[in-house]
């Protein structure tokens, strides 16, 4: 909601609140003492408000959002005089529009219509124009020329810093239909502006790429008149071409207004209003409250709900709909709906997955991820202690995570409108963070299986070779159903046995456990156990062990001396390490007996 539309909202509630008060004589209005005005020696007199002429200058200046827009307010100008075609031609330096219109009429006219900002139209004589202050913008970019029957009017109010709001008026004897406007740029555009803004003259153009008459630029039409176009839907109030991959552009009676916002509408694509939007000045927003609008936006609701029972899987955009209207817009939801929004996929849980209401609201409790443990939100998640939801379900939807109580508040939305039972539990992440971050333990190399202390005794020798003697710490087998290594940052490094294990199967694990090595090596006094963080330090000491060539090679001597450990103890290799020597010994036995048949 804007400021304006809120102080407008809060001022009629306290009106109907005071009356409503003051109706059950709780409230009288009386006037303070002393409020009748002070006598006076005369009648009083009536006098106009005047605009200052510096208010022209900033009518001018200020609504010039850019050069594209004063051009597509020519254009609009063409259309509201009648034209049936409008011709533009630009160069570097300035630029041309002639058009087949009304023209500018009398000089009467000229001096009430054109010499006045402000003067506003009658119903129905203009399909774009209400205050007939458009044709300022492109006074702030060139000094221009107005030429029309026998007048002609020069403008040039010097760029932005000009001199004072002129005009020249002059008759020539013969007449020129229509209206030609020329304009000189107060800065001519460099090469790389001219290529870029009209070598694609229709994306260039793409703010008038649905008026209804012909635009011509360089003498390539850059417009495409709705009815020559394939549209998805048509009612009463708009042409509508869904795309749900691009962004929502909405056009007023043709001409680009704004991007809207995909969230609200549930798809992108263009849409093209067939009766006048209520438009701020700038003509770049809609102004609340808009009749028109307000029936486009139900008519997209309308296909939304039609998608919504069709699909089964839902696009980003349509779950930000969803949320929107069950957590901001305050909309009416039919039975109907609450039962498909009950059953759709818009709750992102810790593992990436997508859960539905139902899922999240109906079974067990509910938690919030809190940024700083994953691997206790994990096992939260996997035992089924909790729904682990994380902040981003909301705020990476346009809905600011402010902690516990906005979260239950959320909750509340949701099983009030969408009909669950009002007894959800909902339990502080920092609970589980608490209980369940100490789960690692160490495992005595007794007590290990045979893989398990090969695996081991092959990771020991490999530390000793590529860690420095102040560097390096002891390596010892753990067990966790958090963690895969974890370390205390100082004197040992636990690696868990299921990645021991591992190690027989090939090249594969060993490069991962190496990588796991080194990553506990970078906490640097600081424990990995539970929660941590990793800093811009931490990321320097892994990014310098693993970019060494003493890393791979490490990786390699990891492998072979666990294939020694394994032949030691009589136990053959499995997974991709079982099949790569079983294809070099074929291969070695081939060159053998190559070489016996060499002369």
Same mark, same amino acid.
């Given at each position: 909601?804007?400021?304006?539309?809120?102080?407008?909202?809060?001022?009629?509630?306290?009106?109907?609140?005071?009356?409503?008060?003051?109706?059950?004589?709780?409230?009288?209005?009386?006037?303070?003492?002393?409020?009748?005005?002070?006598?006076?020696?005369?009648?009083?007199?009536?006098?106009?408000?005047?605009?200052?002429?510096?208010?022209?200058?900033?009518?001018?200046?200020?609504?010039?959002?850019?050069?594209?827009?004063?051009?597509?307010?020519?254009?609009?100008?063409?259309?509201?005089?009648?034209?049936?075609?409008?011709?533009?031609?630009?160069?570097?330096?300035?630029?041309?529009?002639?058009?087949?219109?009304?023209?500018?009429?009398?000089?009467?006219?000229?001096?009430?219509?054109?010499?006045?900002?402000?003067?506003?139209?009658?119903?129905?004589?203009?399909?774009?124009?209400?205050?007939?202050?458009?044709?300022?913008?492109?006074?702030?970019?060139?000094?221009?020329?107005?030429?029309?029957?026998?007048?002609?009017?020069?403008?040039?109010?010097?760029?932005?810093?000009?001199?004072?709001?002129?005009?020249?008026?002059?008759?020539?004897?013969?007449?020129?239909?229509?209206?030609?406007?020329?304009g000189q740029f107060y800065r001519p555009m460099s090469l790389v502006e001219f290529n870029y803004y009209f070598s694609h003259c229709g994306g260039y153009f793409g703010d008038i790429q649905f008026i209804d008459i012909p635009v011509f630029l360089n003498g390539i039409q850059v417009n495409t008149p709705p009815s020559t176009v394939t549209w998805d839907y048509e009612d009463d109030f708009a042409w509508y071409r869904f795309d749900d991959k691009a962004g929502l552009r909405i056009f007023n009676l043709g001409v680009f207004v704004m991007d809207g916002d995909r969230a609200k509408a549930g798809t992108g694509g263009d849409i093209v209003s067939k009766r006048a939007l209520k438009l701020n000045m700038a003509r770049n927003a809609i102004v609340s409250p808009c009749p028109v609008w307000c029936a486009i936006h139900e008519q997209l609701n309308r296909r939304f709900a039609v998608n919504l029972a069709r699909r089964g899987k839902l696009s980003s955009d349509e779950r930000r709909k969803l949320l929107d209207d069950i957590l901001i817009s305050g909309r009416p939801i039919s039975r109907q709906q609450v039962n498909l929004i009950r059953r759709a996929r818009i709750l992102d849980d810790i593992f990436g997955e997508l859960r539905t209401p139902e899922e999240v609201f109906d079974v067990g409790p509910l938690t919030i991820y809190d940024g700083r443990h994953p691997m206790v939100a994990e096992r939260v998640q996997r035992e089924g202690l909790a729904h682990v939801l994380i902040p981003g379900t909301f705020s990476s939807y346009g809905y600011r995570f402010q902690g516990g109580d906005w979260v239950q508040a959320a909750i509340s939305v949701f099983v009030e409108r969408l009909n669950f039972s009002k007894q959800q539990r909902?339990?502080?992440?920092?609970?589980?963070?608490?209980?369940?971050?100490?789960? *690692?333990?160490?495992?005595?190399?007794?007590?290990?299986?045979?893989?398990?202390?090969?695996?081991?005794?092959?990771?020991?020798?490999?530390?000793?070779?590529?860690?420095?003697?102040?560097?390096?710490?002891?390596?010892?087998?753990?067990?966790?159903?958090?963690?895969?290594?974890?370390?205390?940052?100082?004197?040992?490094?636990?690696?868990?046995?299921?990645?021991?294990?591992?190690?027989?199967?090939?090249?594969?694990?060993?490069?991962?456990?190496?990588?796991?090595?080194?990553?506990?090596?970078?906490?640097?006094?600081?424990?990995? *156990?539970?929660?941590?963080?990793?800093?811009?330090?931490?990321?320097?000491?892994?990014?310098?062990?693993?970019?060494?060539?003493?890393?791979?090679?490490?990786?390699?001597?990891?492998?072979?001396?666990?294939?020694?450990?394994?032949?030691? *103890?009589?136990?053959?290799?499995?997974?991709?390490?079982?099949?790569?020597?079983?294809?070099?010994?074929?291969?070695?036995?081939?060159?053998?007996?190559?070489?016996?048949?060499?002369?």
């Open positions: 909601m804007r400021t304006d539309e809120m102080y407008a909202s809060a001022n009629c509630e306290l009106q109907i609140a005071a009356s409503e008060l003051a109706d059950e004589g709780a409230l009288a209005l009386v006037p303070p003492r002393n409020s009748d005005p002070a006598p006076l020696d005369e009648a009083a007199q009536t006098f106009a408000f005047e605009v200052d002429a510096n208010i022209i200058q900033s009518l001018i200046h200020e609504q010039a959002g850019s050069l594209r827009k004063a051009l597509a307010e020519l254009v609009m100008n063409s259309v509201d005089a009648g034209a049936t075609r409008v011709d533009l031609t630009i160069t570097h330096d300035g630029f041309t529009v002639a058009d087949d219109g009304r023209g500018l009429g009398s000089q009467a006219e000229i001096r009430q219509y054109f010499g006045r900002f402000g003067a506003a139209h009658q119903k129905g004589d203009a399909r774009f124009g209400r205050f007939r202050v458009g044709r300022g913008q492109i006074m702030s970019y060139a000094r221009t020329c107005w030429r029309s029957g026998v007048h002609e009017l020069r403008v040039d109010v010097g760029g932005n810093n000009g001199s004072a709001a002129t005009y020249s008026l002059a008759t020539h004897v013969d007449e020129q239909p229509g209206c030609i406007i020329t909902f339990i502080p992440f920092s609970h589980f963070a608490q209980t369940l971050r100490d789960t *690692s333990r160490v495992i005595e190399d007794e007590k290990l299986a045979d893989d398990e202390r090969t695996g081991l005794e092959a990771l020991r020798k490999v530390n000793a070779q590529w860690q420095s003697k102040t560097s390096i710490r002891r390596i010892v087998a753990g067990a966790s159903d958090l963690f895969l290594a974890w370390t205390d940052g100082a004197s040992y490094i636990a690696v868990s046995t299921s990645q021991l294990r591992a190690l027989r199967r090939g090249s594969y694990a060993a490069g991962s456990l190496m990588w796991l090595l080194a990553h506990e090596y970078a906490h640097n006094d600081s424990s990995s *156990s539970g929660g941590h963080g990793h800093d811009f330090e931490f990321y320097r000491r892994f990014h310098e062990m693993v970019s060494s060539p003493r890393f791979a090679q490490a990786a390699c001597q990891l492998m072979l001396a666990n294939i020694d450990g394994m032949v030691l *103890s009589q136990r053959i290799p499995g997974g991709e390490l079982g099949s790569f020597i079983d294809a070099f010994v074929s291969a070695t036995s081939k060159m053998r007996r190559k070489r016996r048949r060499a002369p």
